[in-house]
């Protein structure tokens, strides 16, 4: 009961400061503690638990080193040119009264193809943000789309490493886990192209000047080889080579472009990389074609590694396990779908990563899955359908922070992102359908999940 009530103490703290917009390291410090009092008092030693938490923070590093490569090529883009460039064109063809849908379904297309939400956010995303920076909208809401559209390849994409690792664990076939989520995915996905639709319209891009592309002109070289940076590490994710050397080999060709092609010298270069890209020229274009850099990532940085404390305090103490018993009344009650989206909940908030709290998810819930007869493929569609997208919901999960990050935004855009939670809720609400039917009828429904 005690690790109930603390788990319960730290979430509310977390909502509640994430809603007031309180720095989420302070929170993360605090819930800490929290669990300190909790492992002190099943037994073990301060001393313990600071080493649980150092250990989980460790492995935190590589995601830091993402997120410093991920500030730097953003800057990068900038200042080789290859952003303006896309902008520039994307000012041109996207209709500005659809612009927050096609921020969804381009977000979504590219997904689809790289099959990694932070890919999709550190390229098309930010480009999409910068153009909706040149007119009045709502960024949180542009957010959303994006993320919601990064998330659905980052999902059912071939490509996808969740995806992947969800077949892993489940022993099923990755090909035919796709076909089952595209089939899960059709009535979310008609009803969140609806909202973004009726958004769209309500909230039209309206450019505050027609300066910016002259602005573009004036001050860049946009001839197509500025895109060889995003050329590249498209051409490398698609190769599946790790994303960090395919950052860093896109980074290299960005400098180069930046100083032969743009004539940047080095020194400014190495000061957008670490500070940000900022333009002393060009009123408008100055306010708008801004950020990045290493300095950028350092808040979102520092809450991984706190984040990450718990998941190392959890492995350590093995706490997480006391769950399985009031999961497991969970799923009597409510049926196996609604346990495995409480379940996601509690591992995302708690697990701060997305990997790690899709591996809890399938350990909390195997157990449950097969006494009811369910087979593997129930157990990773229902995977697919909580834990891959609702993490990103999470203020302090890396799933949420990264993207949120790099698009210069907020945990604002949560209520945005419709996909994210229209997927999991439509989902239960579709299993209680079929369940209260199958009582009222008396007849044999298959693999219903209660």
């Known amino acids: 009961m005690d690790l109930i009530l603390g788990l319960i103490l730290i979430f509310s703290l977390l909502l509640y400061g994430s809603y007031k917009g309180t720095f989420l390291a302070y929170l993360l410090i605090a819930g800490l503690f929290i669990l300190y009092l909790v492992g002190i008092k099943r037994g073990f030693k301060f001393k313990e638990l600071v080493k649980f938490s150092i250990n989980g923070s460790k492995k935190a590093l590589l995601i830091v080193r993402i997120f410093m490569l991920i500030g730097a090529i953003i800057s990068v883009w900038m200042a080789s040119g290859t952003i303006p460039f896309i902008v520039y064109h994307g000012l041109e063809m996207i209709n500005f009264n659809y612009f927050i849908l096609s921020a969804f379904i381009l977000s979504a297309i590219v997904s689809l193809l790289l099959g990694t939400a932070f890919g999709v956010v550190g390229t098309i995303g930010v480009v999409l943000m910068i153009m909706a920076k040149t007119g009045d909208i709502n960024l949180s809401l542009v957010g959303g789309a994006i993320i919601s559209g990064a998330y659905f390849g980052d999902r059912c994409s071939p490509m996808s490493s969740s995806a992947m690792l969800v077949a892993t664990l489940t022993e099923t076939k990755i090909y035919r886990n796709i076909k089952l989520m595209f089939k899960t995915t059709i ?19 309206i450019i505050k000047g027609n300066m910016i592309s002259s602005e573009i002109i004036n001050i860049f070289n946009i001839d197509i080889i500025v895109l060889i940076p995003v050329v590249v590490i498209i051409f490398l994710i698609l190769l599946r080579i790790d994303i960090k050397i395919s950052m860093f080999i896109s980074i290299l060709s960005g400098i180069i472009i930046a100083v032969f092609v743009q004539n940047r010298s080095i020194l400014d270069v190495i000061k957008y990389i670490i500070f940000g890209f900022s333009l002393e020229e060009a009123a408008q274009l100055q306010a708008i074609l801004k950020g990045g850099g290493v300095v950028s990532m350092l808040k979102a940085s520092i809450i991984v ?46 697990g701060c990563t997305q990997t790690l709290a899709i591996i809890l ?72 359908l079929l369940f209260k039917l199958k009582k009222i009828k008396h007849i044999q429904l298959p693999k219903i999940r209660h």
């Open 187 to 205: 009535i979310p996905l008609i009803i969140t192209l609806i909202a973004f639709i009726i958004l769209s319209l309500e909230n039209p891009l």
């Open 305 to 350: 590694l706190i984040s990450t404390a718990y998941a190392g305090i959890f492995e350590g103490t093995n706490l997480l396990k006391e769950l399985e018993g009031f999961i497991y009344k969970v799923s009597n009650k409510y049926g196996v779908f609604a346990a495995i989206l409480f379940t996601s909940i509690i591992t995302s908030s708690f």
């Open 361 to 432: 998810t399938y350990q909390l819930l195997k157990k449950i899955y097969d006494e009811r007869g369910l087979n593997k493929y129930d157990l990773a569609i229902d995977i697919e359908n909580t834990v891959v997208v609702m993490a990103a919901l999470i203020p302090w999960n890396v799933a949420g922070a990264i993207p949120a990050a790099t698009l210069s935004i907020d945990s604002s855009f949560i209520p945005y992102s419709f996909y994210l939670y229209f997927l999991p809720s439509i989902t239960l609400l579709s299993n209680k």
